[in-house]
């Protein structure tokens, strides 16, 4: 057995909320070492829809969502899905994720998660001019569709709630909405823009490049599985597959849907489980799509990309040692060819990535109740949206200083 001594600060896991917890520490001159298995920005944070979905403030277990609930279910391939032989792993998840829903805890939660997005903005537009990569953002703004008057008028009261919140937005219709997509399916009667709504030119390529600025102010990367952790007084001890180990006067988990397996290491019980979401990216000549494209209805979207256009969403509550089961993308890009007809489906590249998500769909954020370690994780769909904030906030924290934001909502000892 070896060891290392000379880790200030450890980081496990290298995807977008690691690599900029890892950039503002690096900004901060503290000296980091990112360790994953795979690489920066390889996994989750590779092949997702692109959106800085800054306006996306309602937790997923809303009203309009649990209406939808059997008629999704129904659906094998359809926009949620729970393997059988998973349902009782899943169960206690479950029955939090449907408590979340309850009246006296939506109305706290939309306010956590309104406060977390307006951070999340502001922090993404500083990092991103600091790092250089300003040009790979997109205003474009978004479109959200619906397929008859009555999936309109069920969509209003989640409008409502967001104007509450200061977030802009038009319903459409006819002529304007074609201009906003050209080549639209009929059945599609109504939509609302978004203007706000921002998407990145490929969230793999902006991880990197962020990396890139990272690696410059002196962060390091260590391509290593973790297999255990140990934290006490004298800081952490890391246990690597290869039998060697590694010690860190603090320590910051970021692994992503695997992160409660490290937590359950210091004694933190945290009920993340995992949506995995499917998509297949075509080739970029497949259908000119001028903004992301939002079918709620059928539980995914359309996103132009700089490498592609990227096709997909769902949620399939499967953990994550099942394999893919690729029938639900090819089930999405069917649908997306019926809705822009044009669309050549063809030349894809599926995918499928692990959102690591907590009950209340709010992440976790803050100190563990071993000495010296933090958690930051559990980000659900909102992962590359909330990256920057949460690199922020864990600087604040592994520097003792007072966050810009009231963390109770966030922190790991909530459940
Ligand atoms: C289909 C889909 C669409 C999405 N669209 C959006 C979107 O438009 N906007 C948005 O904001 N979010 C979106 N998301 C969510 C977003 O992708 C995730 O929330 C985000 O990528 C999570 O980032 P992360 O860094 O926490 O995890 P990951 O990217 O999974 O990174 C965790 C890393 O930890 C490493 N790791 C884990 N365990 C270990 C270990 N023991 N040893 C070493 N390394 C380890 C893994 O290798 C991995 O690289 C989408 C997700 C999916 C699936």
Not at 22 to 47: K, M, N, P, Q, W
Not at 207 to 227: D, N, Q, S, T
Not at 305 to 313: F, H, N, S, Y
Not at 391 to 411: A, E, K, S, Y
Request: glycine share 12%.
């Amino acid at each position: 057995m070896t060891s290392d001594t000379s880790i200030d600060i450890a980081i496990i896991g290298g995807g977008i909320i690691g690599i900029c917890a890892a950039t503002y520490l690096a900004e901060a001159g503290r000296s980091v070492t990112v360790f994953d298995r795979t690489g920066i920005c390889e996994e989750t944070s590779s092949g997702n829809a692109a959106a800085f979905a800054f306006s996306d403030v309602l937790p997923l277990a809303h009203k309009g969502m649990i209406r939808q609930l059997p008629k999704w279910l129904a659906d094998p391939l359809g926009p949620l899905a729970v393997p059988p032989a998973y349902l009782p792993s899943l169960l206690p998840w479950l029955i939090r994720f449907w408590r979340a829903g309850a009246a006296k805890h939506y109305e706290a939660s939309v306010a956590a998660q309104a406060g977390m997005m307006k951070l999340a903005e502001a922090e993404w537009m500083g990092l991103l001019d600091r790092s250089g990569t300003r040009p790979m953002l997109r205003e474009d703004g978004s479109l959200e569709l619906y397929e008859s008057e009555a999936e309109f008028r069920a969509s209003l009261p989640g409008w409502a709630e967001r104007e509450r919140f200061g977030i802009g937005f038009r319903h459409v219709e006819g002529e304007e909405m074609a201009s906003l997509q050209p080549g639209l399916s009929p059945r599609f009667v109504k939509g609302t823009f978004v203007p706000g709504w921002k998407t990145v030119a490929d969230p793999k390529l902006l991880g990197k490049a962020v990396w890139a600025y990272a690696e410059k102010l002196g962060a390091r990367f260590e391509h290593a599985r973790i297999e255990r952790i140990e934290a006490g007084t004298n800081g952490a001890t890391i246990m690597l597959a290869d039998g060697t180990t590694r010690k860190a006067k603090q320590l910051v988990v970021t692994a992503g849907a695997w992160s409660h397996l490290l937590a359950k290491n210091l004694g933190d019980r945290i009920p993340l489980e995992t949506e995995r979401g499917y998509n297949t990216t075509l080739p970029i000549s497949a259908f000119d799509v001028k903004r992301q494209l939002i079918f709620s209805g059928h539980g995914f979207v359309i996103t132009p990309l700089e490498t592609g256009l990227r096709v997909g969403g769902a949620v399939e509550l499967g953990g994550i040692e099942r394999p893919p089961n690729f029938r639900r993308s090819k089930a999405m890009l069917e649908k997306a060819k019926r809705f822009l007809p044009g669309l050549d489906p063809s030349g894809g590249r599926e995918w499928m990535g692990f959102r690591p998500s907590l009950p209340d769909s709010l992440p976790v954020i803050g100190a563990a109740r071993a000495p010296g370690v933090f958690y930051a994780f559990g980000h659900g769909h909102l992962g590359l949206t909330q990256a920057a904030a949460t690199g922020r906030l864990i600087r604040d924290l592994v520097l003792g200083q007072n966050p810009p934001l009231d963390l109770t909502p966030f922190r790991p000892q909530r459940f």
